[in-house]
């Protein structure tokens, strides 16, 4: 090979050796070059670059905008979607000549060079729309020869793979026009309320003249320099042929015509804006990092009126009762049937990515009565009147106390719940078992795998649960015993607005429409004369309060809670610290957050208009309500002419104005006291056979019909001649 080559230079003349080496070595150079400009861009182009980072709206069922999440705020379009009038703008005053390159236009770039060897540096730009494209997707903005070589084998190669339409596709999608906003839609929103579909020929023309110094010609900032920007873009236009002088003076006349809607801080979305990622990454896989490029559009639940009212409420100081500042505070509400979240607060002063409270584990406390111990018992062959004990010591040495000290000895399972008897609850979890309790607490997907005792009863649990479970879980009583998980996201749609997902109700089977029923109409007397009668709110409302007591703090509490639904939605209100220690104890108990709760929907219901009453089932028997048995005071007795015998006795009391009570009447005897008669609706008693040589004792006992229980006995009366 040697001895081949020598003989070949060998043959060549002396004196032409070396100009021929030069021209060779200048020659494979330029051969080179040219073929690593021509295709040198294949290995610098990264085609997943080429889709661009898209924003994500988040949006209620009626089409508003609540929030966008994005790394650069663009909305992709497609060519078709694009004016021609807008295109043509574009192209007149960026790149005249683009229909007609290859990617690089070498007049102008002939022109940039002799200006940048008199300034000796990188000063003139001829970049070509799709070396714009190239520099914006795959390149720094400095302005070096490298990166100037670089985008034009980028160019140089697009052009080669990729139709016109699709580069200025690219082009008119990755451009930045200030303000924080890329591509054409993203700013014919910005500045016109619109789609691009819907742009004017002057609007377009302004938007392609923000392209060259998108700060300097901004409308909002520089009204008169974007205005005389946009005017030379048509003049460019007129120019180019695009437009005719005619057109283009007409054009140049008219005012800006901005449409530009300030979007005001909404605090009050935050908690809800962050349940919806959560939710998008835990049930579709949709990390933060795909939201801010996926360019998702997702329909969500939320019902913002109430959002606002419920974080306005949760400004007010009164309500958050604490030894010392910070009480914080959950709420989260559904509309039940539908397994919609329509408002939740994570915090009062929440911010997204901060600590969501609602989704934060606490002790319930009374607020699990219903679901693990009252609801699983009417399951079985207890009814709201069956009665149960209300004493000390029922279930072994370590049976709690009933927080006011009282104890009725026994009570319905009716009453035991509306006063939220801590004793009862716990005996009667005794009865039916823990473990057939958690199976229907699993049902609604609170699993509690390290709970094995009767502290179930009274929400003393291992790990806790949040207010969305305790929401979910007492939205089954108010759909008639259908549990339904409540959600954030309705549908989501792909960035070419293609559904992927839309929320299908999934629907668990609980508790019978006739258990379901009962408890409805408890809790609503429980709210109505019960543990929660604490604030006001004039129609339908059904629930249960809750509380957890300090564990260093005696007497004091570190949860309050209150759970319960309208005929619409179903609420869950949680204040507490976020830690509980002895320097954080709660001054109040379950009233505040049950007051609260009521007031947020006094404000909802003169918005929307809420229900008046709940709906009975047909198929379902109504639950009468309890029957308080009074103290009977004020007996009198007296004899008087009338009847058969002459003369009869009268005895008449103060009783009370429920006409279903029976009062019997019973004579005091030396063995058994013997009983005389009853009345019902009635206070006064007629007794015929009497002794008058005798004086007689008489005194009345309330009689409750629905549990067969007795109250206590009034004074004793004499009847004597």
Do not use: C
Request: hydrophobic share 35%.
């Amino acid at each position: 090979m040697k001895t081949w080559i020598n003989k070949i230079v060998q043959s060549i003349p002396k004196k032409l050796r070396w100009p021929l080496l030069v021209i060779s070595v200048i020659l494979f150079i330029s051969i080179t070059g040219y073929t690593l400009i021509l295709y040198g861009g294949k290995l610098l182009v990264d085609e997943e670059k080429l889709i661009l980072p898209a924003t994500t709206t988040l949006e209620t069922a009626d089409g508003e905008i609540i929030h966008q999440l994005y790394e650069e705020n663009r909305i992709p379009v497609t060519i078709d979607q694009i004016p021609e009038h807008v295109k043509k703008a574009f192209v007149s005053v960026e790149d005249r000549r683009f229909y007609e390159h290859a990617g690089v236009d070498f007049k102008s770039v002939l022109r940039a060079i002799i200006k940048d060897i008199i300034a000796r540096s990188k000063v003139e730009g001829a970049s070509t729309i799709t070396q714009q494209v190239a520099k914006n997707i795959f390149f720094s903005n400095d302005k070096t020869w490298m990166r100037k070589t670089k985008e034009v084998m980028v160019a140089i190669y697009l052009e080669r793979h990729y139709s016109k339409d699709k580069i200025l596709e690219l082009y008119l999608n990755v451009v930045y026009f200030g303000h924080g906003v890329y591509g054409i839609e993203a700013a014919s929103q910005k500045f016109f309320t619109k789609s691009v579909e819907e742009l004017s020929l002057t609007e377009g023309a302004l938007l392609a003249g923000l392209v060259k110094a998108p700060n300097g010609y901004s409308p909002i900032k520089h009204p008169e320099k974007a205005k005389e920007r946009r005017n030379t873009v048509l003049k460019t236009m007129d120019v180019s042929g695009v437009l005719t002088t005619e057109e283009r003076v007409q054009e140049q006349g008219k005012t800006l015509g901005l449409d530009v809607k300030e979007h005001s801080q909404r605090p009050w979305n935050a908690t809800y804006i962050d349940l919806v990622t959560k939710e998008a990454a835990r049930n579709h896989q949709l990390t933060m990092d795909e939201l801010k490029r996926g360019g998702y559009r997702m329909v969500i639940n939320l019902d913002e009126k109430a959002q606002q009212i419920a974080y306005e409420q949760f400004q007010k100081d009164y309500y958050f009762p604490g030894n010392v500042k910070d009480v914080e505070g959950a709420f989260v509400m559904t509309k039940h049937g539908e397994g919609k979240v329509v408002a939740a607060i994570g915090g009062r002063n929440f911010q997204f990515g901060h600590l969501n409270r609602v989704t934060v584990n606490r002790q319930p406390g009374s607020t699990m009565k219903p679901i693990a111990v009252y609801g699983p018992a009417m399951m079985k062959e207890y009814q709201p009147f069956t009665i149960l004990p209300d004493q000390k010591g029922i279930v072994g040495k370590n049976t709690p106390v009933n927080s006011n000290g009282e104890y009725a000895g026994y009570v319905s399972l009716y009453t035991a719940l509306m006063q939220s008897k801590n004793t009862s609850a716990v005996w009667t979890l005794d009865q039916i078992g823990v473990d057939y309790a958690k199976q229907f607490l699993k049902k609604m997907e609170i699993e509690l795998p390290h709970d094995k005792n009767l502290s179930i009863a009274l929400g003393g649990l291992h790990d806790g649960i949040n207010p969305l479970q305790l929401v979910n879980a007492y939205a089954t009583f108010a759909n008639y015993g259908i549990y339904t998980p409540a959600e954030t996201i309705q549908t989501i749609y792909n960035r070419n607005n293609e559904l992927i997902y839309e929320k299908e109700i999934s629907e668990t089977e609980v508790f019978t429409p006739q258990v379901s029923w009962n408890m409805i109409e408890m809790l609503s007397e429980t709210v109505n004369q019960g543990t929660a009668k604490a604030g006001t709110y004039q129609k339908a409302l059904a629930g249960k309060t809750g509380t957890a007591e300090h564990p260093h703090v005696s007497g004091k509490n570190k949860d309050i809670w209150f759970a319960g639904f309208t005929p619409e939605y179903t609420l869950t209100t949680w204040i507490g610290y976020d830690q509980s220690d002895k320097n954080h104890y709660l001054t109040g108990g379950s009233s505040y957050p049950t007051e609260l709760t009521k007031q947020i929907l006094t404000k909802l219901d003169k918005q929307k208009g809420l229900t008046e009453t709940f709906t009975k089932p047909e198929e379902v028997a109504s639950v009468p309500k309890p029957i308080i048995l009074p103290t009977i005071t004020d007996v009198k007795a007296s004899v008087e002419w009338g009847g058969i015998t002459l003369l009869q006795g009268r005895i008449s009391w103060e009783g009370t104005d429920d006409k279903r009570i029976e009062y019997r009447i019973y004579r005091v005897t030396p063995d058994i006291d013997e009983r005389v008669g009853e009345v019902k609706g009635k206070n006064e008693f007629i007794i015929r056979d009497f002794s008058l040589l005798q004086t007689h004792e008489y005194y009345i006992v309330p009689y409750d019909p629905l549990t067969k229980m007795e109250g206590k006995r009034s004074e004793i009366v004499e009847i004597s001649r």
